[in-house]
């Protein structure tokens, strides 16, 4: 496993969190990357995804104005900063790494499917209390 997700915990709705995924590997910084998901009983959903550089960005429309994901190539890591949590925030988070594509793709259906994606870390459980 490459990929360590770390920083869920538990919260009360309205606080934040931040995720942390170090990429141990040192191979995916020419690669996009992402926060995915996955609550009891559902799908897993993509949460953000960040291009290589940094310079663009996906998210779905739930945490839009919530979550910001940003990157430090130098670190080989990747946060998500999540404000303003909710209880239908709870889940466990993944990283995953786009092993076929560097940068955002204007298709955001691509990222449901997460079909690209690979090195799937442990995931981090984050829990929002109401």
């Known amino acids: 496993v490459q990929l360590q997700a770390s920083g869920g915990g538990t919260v009360q709705a309205g606080g934040s969190l931040r995720l942390s995924c170090a990429d141990s590997?040192?191979?995916?910084?020419?690669?996009?990357m992402g926060w995915f998901r996955q609550a009891p009983g559902k799908e897993r959903e993509p949460v953000a995804v960040i291009s290589y550089n940094g310079l663009s960005t996906f998210y779905a429309d739930s945490v839009k104005g919530r979550f910001t994901i940003s990157r430090d190539n130098a670190k080989n890591t990747i946060h998500l900063e999540m404000k303003r949590l909710e209880p239908e925030d709870t889940a466990i988070y993944y990283c995953?790494?786009?092993?076929?594509?560097?940068?955002?793709?204007?298709?955001?259906?691509?990222?449901?499917?997460?079909?690209?994606?690979?090195?799937w870390g442990q995931g981090t459980l984050v829990t929002v209390s109401s």
């Open positions: 995953a790494v786009d092993n076929t594509k560097g940068y955002i793709v204007a298709r955001s259906t691509y990222y449901d499917t997460a079909t690209g994606f690979g090195s």
């Open positions: 590997g040192r191979t995916f910084t020419t690669k996009a």
